[in-house]
């Protein structure tokens, strides 16, 4: 149990770890009368505290105060113990004492210092009506041979994780890690993720304990009728858990959301069982004109993807594959979403007059060869990446000012490219990353303004989307 403190969450026993450290390094400037029982009081809720901290679960970032505790103890009970012995205790002179009293309260303060930067996340309940199930899935693509391998015969399999309306009252125990079956399923892709992005991968290493709202395999929910499909692309390197926060809101109003892994773009993903690692880094080669058909040819397989899914879920709705979800796929109502790079890859498969309606989160379209489409779309773009890339708003403009539905682009302020994933939830809150909104605030306002997108452009709703995307940001409609 973690308590929130000024933004910092600590459980109780980091906290007492904390305040009796600071305490212990403070003493030596307290009343001569006082000294003695808040020495041992301090050194005992201290050594309690960090006893617990182990037994139950060492976090990193607490490291600093343990290192703290065992070098101000000492200083602290020494005087107490010489003077129970009836010696004389000795005192370090003052003007050693004090940057040594400084430098341990600099220490102690690092601990929560880094629970505020990365913290354990905590995923927001869904809003909607609904409860979550989920399962995840592995489909291969008969018609495509895998171009990252040389194996005769290989065919393209895509890894899928459903995230579904589900009857109320499972066993919260079920609720999946991170959006994995075990702990130690998540720990894996998350190490990978970390790999992938040059991150020490203990700065990330509580992220997998976080449980979602989703259960594996929970029962559809009944008597709800048909729902509408959302297909979803992450972004580059990224993973089908990377928006669970998104994934579980759709799902709880009322969407089917399929999360795609690509694999060898994905930072690992798992098929036949197999662990298969991205190789994304191979495609950079300084040479701008390869690195303009690496990223076309990345966005063709993930389009290429999307629309593969998309048929998968017709055959599922349709019953040639068993599933609970035979029947329940409204496939006629179906959208194309993506972050980043899965944005571009989203508006590439919208060629496929199947997908109803698409919505490109933060995603830039440079190389990308995407083509005007005739379907309703929403652009969400960051603060952040407009004003890092001269390109992304005029290569947005020239597709969304074509095709025969309205389209949307929606500038939510105080956002960043990473606001709308769910490593805005435990990654470090700088504006560069995260723009200056609350953690959870991106993401929050993200589902808002794509679900009143979807409900207009696919569930018909006659208040249409114009009038509520307004009113989370700077909106541009193109007629």
């Known amino acids: 149990m973690l308590a929130t403190i000024t933004g910092v969450r600590m459980s109780p026993w980091e906290i007492l770890a904390v305040l009796s450290t600071a305490v212990l390094a403070l003493v030596r400037w307290f009343p001569a009368g006082v000294r003695r029982p808040v020495s041992l009081a301090a050194a005992v809720v201290a050594v309690v505290a960090v006893l617990l901290l182990v037994v139950s679960g060492l976090r990193w970032q607490l490291v600093p105060v343990l290192a703290a505790t065992a070098i101000v103890l000492p200083f602290a009970l020494v005087p107490v113990l010489r003077q129970r012995a009836g010696r004389r205790p000795r005192r370090v002179r003052w003007w050693l004492a004090l940057p040594g009293t400084a430098a341990v309260l600099a220490l102690i303060a690092v601990g929560p210092l880094a629970a505020w930067a990365l913290p354990t996340p905590v995923f927001p309940a869904p809003s909607g009506p609904y409860a979550v199930g989920t399962t995840v899935l592995e489909w291969t693509d ?8 040389a194996e005769p015969g290989d065919r393209r399999t895509v890894p899928v994780q459903l995230w579904y309306p589900a009857q109320a009252g499972q066993a919260q125990a079920a609720r999946s890690f991170q959006g994995a079956r075990t702990a130690q399923e998540a720990r894996d892709v998350q190490n990978a993720l970390a790999d992938s992005f040059g991150i020490p991968r203990f700065l990330v290493s509580d992220v997998t304990s976080a449980r979602t709202a989703a259960v594996f395999d929970a029962p559809l929910v009944e008597d709800a009728g048909k729902f509408p499909v959302i297909v979803f692309s992450p ?5 089908r858990t990377s928006t669970i926060v998104l994934a579980q809101e759709w799902a709880s109003r009322g969407y089917v959301v399929a999360t795609l892994d ?12 197999k662990p298969v690692r991205s190789r994304n880094q191979d495609a950079v080669t300084g040479d701008p004109e390869k690195d303009r058909r690496a990223v076309k040819a990345n966005v063709d397989v993930r389009a290429a993807d999307i629309r593969f899914v998309l048929g998968q879920l017709e055959r599922l709705d349709r019953g040639e594959e068993a599933s609970p979800l035979k029947g329940r796929l409204d496939t006629r109502r179906a959208a194309a979403v993506g972050h980043s790079r899965g944005g571009a890859a989203a508006m590439a498969a919208a060629q496929d007059a199947r997908f109803r309606a698409v919505i490109d989160i933060d995603g830039g379209l440079r190389d990308a060869g995407v083509r005007p489409f005739a379907q309703p779309a929403l652009a969400i773009t960051s603060p952040v990446s407009v004003s890092e890339n001269a390109d992304f708003v005029p290569d947005l403009d020239g597709v969304l000012d074509k095709g025969g539905a309205t389209k949307y682009r929606l500038n939510l302020p105080g956002t960043g490219h990473l606001s709308f994933t769910d490593a805005a939830l435990y990654f470090p809150p700088l ?19 794509t679900t009143a ?16 995307l307004g009113a989370h940001g700077d909106l541009t409609v193109y007629e």
């Open 142 to 149: 008969p018609e495509r041979p895998e171009r990252f391998t």
């Open 235 to 239: 972004g580059l390197s990224g993973v």
């Open 431 to 449: 504006p560069s990353l995260l723009g200056t909104v609350d953690r959870a605030e991106g993401l929050r306002v993200t589902a808002d303004a």
């Open 453 to 468: 997108f979807l409900d207009s452009a696919l569930r018909g709703d006659p208040g249409g989307a114009a009038g509520e």
């Open 262 to 273: 690509h694999p060898y773009d994905s930072a690992l993903t798992f098929t036949d069982g």
